[in-house]
């Protein structure tokens, strides 16, 4: 059965502590694996796509990674306006299956 | 580019009643979108996938007949939830890939549904 699995379920930082947030999948055959960030009350918001292993991809203070089990979300000097949700999905057909998320919260 | 959006943001109804949700794509054409359900500190369930021109597909557990989808063109689907009751008070949120590819899909914002 394809899943995912997201750890931890919440993070606390301090602004400028950075830290990783882990993305655990299990699937027939992947043909992507996807990061969100969701913040409260709005939709998914697009931050990366990695599909094969070794692949990385960065974006402001964000850097995804994939291996053949897993993914990881590194934050490097996370600011206040980085706390929201971060989603983890992986596509093993034409449709997304989502993890429970990662709640982010950094403060000041 | 490559954005989503949805109407009404929020309804509130009274049991019994039908809601009508839309998704456009705005600056894209997408073959297919997808509507999602999401509850409160859960992630998002996929509900089912609308086809322009074809009827949808629909996940395991989801009424067809409850919840019925319509994609008449390139840039709009619609999601009716029909003789809403309390327990399907949720926030739905679709989605779209742009066309001939639907490996990164582009979400709406999101649609809350109270019904009372």
């Known amino acids: 059965e394809d899943q995912v699995t997201q750890s931890p379920e919440a993070l606390r930082l301090q602004e400028g502590e950075s830290s990783s947030l882990n993305c655990s999948y299990t699937v027939s055959g992947l043909r992507g694996l996807f990061w969100y960030r969701q913040d409260p009350g709005k939709g998914p918001e697009f931050l990366f796509t990695?599909?094969?292993a070794g692949e990385e991809k960065e974006k402001e203070r964000l850097k995804a990674t994939l291996t053949k089990k897993e993914s990881f979300l590194h934050i490097t000097a996370p600011k206040p306006e980085d706390s929201a949700t971060y989603l983890c999905?992986?596509?093993?057909?034409?449709?997304?299956?989502f993890g429970q998320g990662t709640t982010l919260q950094v403060k000041p | 580019g490559a954005v989503v959006s949805q109407h009404p943001s929020w309804v509130i109804c009274k049991s019994g009643t039908s809601v009508k949700i839309e998704c456009r794509s705005l600056?894209?054409?997408?073959?297919?979108m997808f509507w999602y359900r999401q509850f409160p500190k859960q992630s998002l369930m996929l509900m089912a996938t609308s086809n322009e021109g074809s009827k949808a597909t629909y996940e395991q557990g989801v009424e067809k007949d409850k919840f019925l989808i319509n994609h008449a063109s390139l840039t709009l689907s619609t999601l009716t939830v029909t003789s809403a009751h309390p327990e399907d008070s949720s926030f739905y949120i679709c989605?779209?890939?742009?066309?001939?590819?639907?490996?990164?899909?582009?979400f709406g914002p999101g649609t809350r549904l109270t019904v009372l």
């Open positions: 999905a992986v596509q093993p057909g034409g449709k997304l299956i």
């Open positions: 989605s779209a890939g742009l066309e001939g590819k639907t490996d990164t899909q582009y």
């Open positions: 990695l599909y094969s």
């Open positions: 600056d894209f054409q997408a073959t297919t």
